[in-house]
């Protein structure tokens, strides 16, 4: 099994940057994807950046392209994603999840999920 760790949340201001960090540790797979998607109360949990592990694609959510940055350290197991230019409406929980095959904006095909990291932007 997988266990993803996520960190670097926190309070900023609008405009501001951000980056959080997500630690996978335990068994993974040579072909799987990472993705961070975040919740804000009363919505859905919607899909912010993926990543291929194995060629580095990524892709992101319209409302963060240009904004958001994901990326990923192999040697560390570990995903980021870079915040910047931060806007109140981006406050929400941030999740880092992890399934096998290639990336996918359903969060219901992940199988795999960290305990979320809070960022909240203040205007």
């Known amino acids: 099994q997988v266990q993803l760790v996520e960190s670097g949340g926190g309070l900023v201001q609008a405009g501001d940057s951000l980056r959080v960090t997500c630690v996978a540790s335990g068994r993974t797979f040579s072909m799987y994807s990472m993705a961070w998607f975040r919740q804000a109360p009363g919505k859905e949990r919607e899909f912010a950046a993926g990543i291929n592990w194995s060629n580095g694609y990524t892709s992101y959510a319209d409302d963060v392209k240009g904004r958001f940055t994901i990326s990923k350290d192999n040697a560390k197991n570990t995903v980021y994603l870079q915040m910047n230019s931060l806007k109140p409406e981006d406050t929400a929980a941030y999740y880092c999840?992890?399934?096998?095959?290639?990336?996918?904006?359903?969060?219901?095909?992940?199988?795999?999920w960290g305990q979320g990291t809070q960022v909240t932007v203040s205007s």
């Open positions: 999840a992890a399934r096998s095959g290639i990336v996918s904006r359903r969060s219901d095909s992940y199988g795999y």
